[in-house]
Every structure is written in C-alpha cells, then in structure tokens.
C-alpha cells in the first residue's frame, strides 16, 4: 500500500485501496462496546481491589454468607474466566487501543445454577429450576425468577431463603385437589389467598420425607418458617434428604491449571 489518506481529508475519491468506512450504525456499536470494555476494565479493577485481604487478613465479602456456606469456597461459586486477571486486564486494554480485535471475559463469571447445582445434586426436586424455562411460566419468570437458584436464595445475605413465602401463586393459583384431605381445601385456600400457608406443610424441593397434615391448624407456624428462612432450626419434621459436598469436584482440565482462580482460599469466618 502507497497511498496513506489523511483521516481528515473529505474530497478524495474512493480509490481501490481505502477501505469502506464503516456504517454508522456499525460506528455506534462498536463504541458501546468500547464503553461496555472500559467500564468492565474499572468495574473489575474495583471488584478485586475489593477483593484484597484487608491487612492480610479475610477477604471482604459483600455480606454474611448463607447458612451452610461459611466454609464452602469463594472460587466454588466464582469460577474463574479464563486466563489470568493479569491477561484479561491486558487483553481488555489492548482491545480498547484498537491492538486486539475481540475482548474478553473479565474475573469471575456470573453464578449460574450449574454452580449450584455441582454441589446440590437433587434428582428428587419436585421444583427443578430447568422445568421453568417453558413459555407457559413467563410471567412467573418475570415476577419471581423460579429458573434460577439465586432468586430464592440470594447469596451474601446470611440467610437460607430470600424469597417471601407466598410465591406459590405465581404457578398455583387455580389449583384443585381431587378427594381433597385438607379440612379446608386447596380451592377455597386460593380462593382466600392463603398462600401464606402452603410451605407451613409441603415443602419446596421435596427435599424432606414426611407426612403431610390435613388439618390447617396442625401446619407449620408462620414465625417457625420465618426463622427457618432466616437460617433458623428446620420446622419440618425430617432432615433433608440429601447432603451438599462440601467441596466443589473438579473437572480435570480446571485441576491442571489452579493459578486462574481470581478469589484466593482464606479462613473466612461468618
Ligand atoms: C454459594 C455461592 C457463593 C459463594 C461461596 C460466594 N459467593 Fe460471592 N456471590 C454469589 C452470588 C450468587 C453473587 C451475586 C452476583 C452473581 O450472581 O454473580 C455474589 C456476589 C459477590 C460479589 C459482588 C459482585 C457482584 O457481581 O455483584 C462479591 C464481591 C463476592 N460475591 C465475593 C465473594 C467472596 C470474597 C466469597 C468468599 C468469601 C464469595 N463471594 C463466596 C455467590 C457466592
Ligand atoms: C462447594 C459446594 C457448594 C456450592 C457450590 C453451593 N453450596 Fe449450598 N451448601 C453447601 C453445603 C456444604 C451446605 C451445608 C450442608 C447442607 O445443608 O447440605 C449448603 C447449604 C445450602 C443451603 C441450606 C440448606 C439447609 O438445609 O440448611 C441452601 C439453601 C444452599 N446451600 C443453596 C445453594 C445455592 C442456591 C447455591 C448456588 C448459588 C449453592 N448452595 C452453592 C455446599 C455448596
Ligand atoms: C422459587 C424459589 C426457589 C428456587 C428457585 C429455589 N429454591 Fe431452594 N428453597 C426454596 C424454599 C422456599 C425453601 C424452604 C422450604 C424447603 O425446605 O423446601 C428452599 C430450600 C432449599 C434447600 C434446603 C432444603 C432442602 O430441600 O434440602 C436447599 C438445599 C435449596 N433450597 C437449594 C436450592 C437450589 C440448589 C436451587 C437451584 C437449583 C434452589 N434451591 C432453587 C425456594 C427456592
Ligand atoms: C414457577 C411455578 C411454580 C411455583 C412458583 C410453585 N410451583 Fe408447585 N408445581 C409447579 C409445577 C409445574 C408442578 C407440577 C409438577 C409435575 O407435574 O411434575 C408443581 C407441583 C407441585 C406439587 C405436587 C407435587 C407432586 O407430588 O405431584 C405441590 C405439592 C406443589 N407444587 C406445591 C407448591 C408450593 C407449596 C409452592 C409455593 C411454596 C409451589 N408449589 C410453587 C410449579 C410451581
Ligand atoms: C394443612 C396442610 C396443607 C396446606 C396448608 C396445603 N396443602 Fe397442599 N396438600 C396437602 C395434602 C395432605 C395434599 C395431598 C397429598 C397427597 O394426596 O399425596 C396436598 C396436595 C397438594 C398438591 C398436589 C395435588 C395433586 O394433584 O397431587 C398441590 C399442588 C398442593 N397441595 C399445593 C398447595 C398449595 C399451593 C398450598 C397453599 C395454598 C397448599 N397446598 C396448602 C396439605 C396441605
């Protein structure tokens, strides 16, 4: 190439050798992607400043961990994108000063249901989050998020269960149990938006083996169900049925190479 066209000059003919320049549309795209990039560059900069053991000590956390999660691992809930933190900023920056095409995960991806669900395997889940992604529950999607674990039981909260107990209506609101046992029925419990009552006998997941009441008084008292959301004693009367791992089991290609994890081990104390 001989020809080097100023980027300022406006009346030169399109010759064989300048390059089409971009559509405007294509411009603006590329520019939010640029932001997109820089504010990833400052959010994680911030993010693992934040991450710093304060004076050599715990790493600060955005708040308590949930109940049975005290021991459990940062970095067996924040997998690590690939590469170092190191290789993603300097992947990122070249990105930004137009030296690399594409960008890059930064730090730590989002928590997904996979990390879950890699420690609490539960076949008997009568509420698997997978079922919720048919399109009949798109409004409870929108209300409720039962297609993911965190919107239940968000993180860093020192509690087992975020969400209010009620949220049966999203799905069961026109329900009707053939020979219904219950002294009061299913119907006339929805017809009065009892919902408050459901979890005081049938749990969520299944994840204990019990028998249910049929008697309305004979359930679970609300503060009882309360106090077990908050990480309280468990009000149901059997244990769950299935235990965590404690740790995370590794796939072999992430055993390799343990120097990618962006949260390091500590002996966090709640
Ligand atoms: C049981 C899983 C789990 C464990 C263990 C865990 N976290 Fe989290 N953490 C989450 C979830 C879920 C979020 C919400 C953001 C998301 O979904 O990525 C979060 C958010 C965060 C955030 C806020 C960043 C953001 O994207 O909002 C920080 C900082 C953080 N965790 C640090 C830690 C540290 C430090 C540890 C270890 C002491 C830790 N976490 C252990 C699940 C976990
Ligand atoms: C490294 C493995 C591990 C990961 C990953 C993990 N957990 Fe746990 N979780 C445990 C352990 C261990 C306990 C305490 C033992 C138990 O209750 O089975 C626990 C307890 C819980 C409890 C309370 C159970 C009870 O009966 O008190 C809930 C709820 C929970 N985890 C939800 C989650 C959610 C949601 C995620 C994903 C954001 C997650 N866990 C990720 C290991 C893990
Ligand atoms: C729509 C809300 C919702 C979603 C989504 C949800 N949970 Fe729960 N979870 C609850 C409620 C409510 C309880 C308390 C009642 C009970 O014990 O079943 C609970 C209890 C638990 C318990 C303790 C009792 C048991 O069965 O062992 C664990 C562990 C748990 N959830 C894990 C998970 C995991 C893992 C996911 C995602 C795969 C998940 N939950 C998704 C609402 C939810
Ligand atoms: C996002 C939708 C959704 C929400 C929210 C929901 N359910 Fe369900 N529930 C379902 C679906 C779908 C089934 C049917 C499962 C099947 O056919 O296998 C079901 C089945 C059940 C069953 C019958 C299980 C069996 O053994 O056949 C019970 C009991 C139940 N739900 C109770 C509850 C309670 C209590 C709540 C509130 C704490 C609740 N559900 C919240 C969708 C939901
Ligand atoms: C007093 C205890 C009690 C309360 C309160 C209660 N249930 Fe039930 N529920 C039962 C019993 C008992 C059964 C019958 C179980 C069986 O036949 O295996 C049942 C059955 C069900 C079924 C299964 C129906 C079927 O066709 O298999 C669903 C769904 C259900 N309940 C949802 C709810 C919802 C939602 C609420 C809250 C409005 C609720 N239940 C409140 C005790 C209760």
């Not at 308590?64 to 459990?72: A, R, S, Y």
């Not at 000063?97 to 996979?114: C, D, H, I, M, W």
């Not at 969520?204 to 309280?232: C, K, N």
Request: charged fraction near 20%; glycine fraction near 6%.
């Amino acid at each position: 190439m001989t020809t080097s066209i100023p980027p300022s000059s406006k009346s030169l003919e399109p010759s064989a050798h300048s390059v089409p320049p971009p559509s405007r549309s294509g411009n603006v795209t590329k520019q939010r992607r640029k932001l997109g990039v820089t504010l990833g560059v400052l959010f994680s900069v911030t993010f693992f400043a934040a991450m710093l053991p304060s004076r050599g000590q715990h790493l600060r956390t955005p708040g308590q961990m949930n109940t049975g999660h005290e021991l459990v691992e940062c970095a067996d809930c924040h997998r690590a994108a690939p590469g170092t933190l190191r290789q993603q900023l300097q992947a990122n920056v070249r990105y930004l000063l137009g030296l690399r095409r594409t960008a890059v995960e930064f730090g730590a991806k989002p928590v997904s249901n996979q990390d879950c669900l890699a420690c609490h395997e539960r076949p008997f889940d009568r509420h698997p989050v997978f079922r919720f992604n048919e399109p009949r529950f798109e409004a409870a999607r929108r209300e409720l998020g039962p297609q993911n674990c965190t919107s239940c039981h968000a993180e860093h909260n020192a509690a087992r269960v975020t969400v209010g107990g009620g949220f049966c209506v999203q799905c069961h609101s026109d329900m009707f149990v053939h020979d219904d046992p219950l002294d009061v029925p299913h119907d006339e419990l929805a017809a009065t938006e009892r919902w408050d009552t459901c979890l005081g006998c049938h749990d969520f997941h299944s994840g204990h083996v019990f028998e249910l009441p049929t008697a309305l008084d004979a359930r679970i008292d609300a503060q009882s169900l309360d106090q077990y959301f908050s990480g309280g004693p468990n009000p149901y009367p059997a244990r769950p049925r299935s235990t965590a791992r404690a740790q995370r089991p590794k796939p072999p290609d992430e055993q390799r190479d343990s120097s990618v994890t962006p949260f390091r081990h500590t002996d966090h104390k709640p």
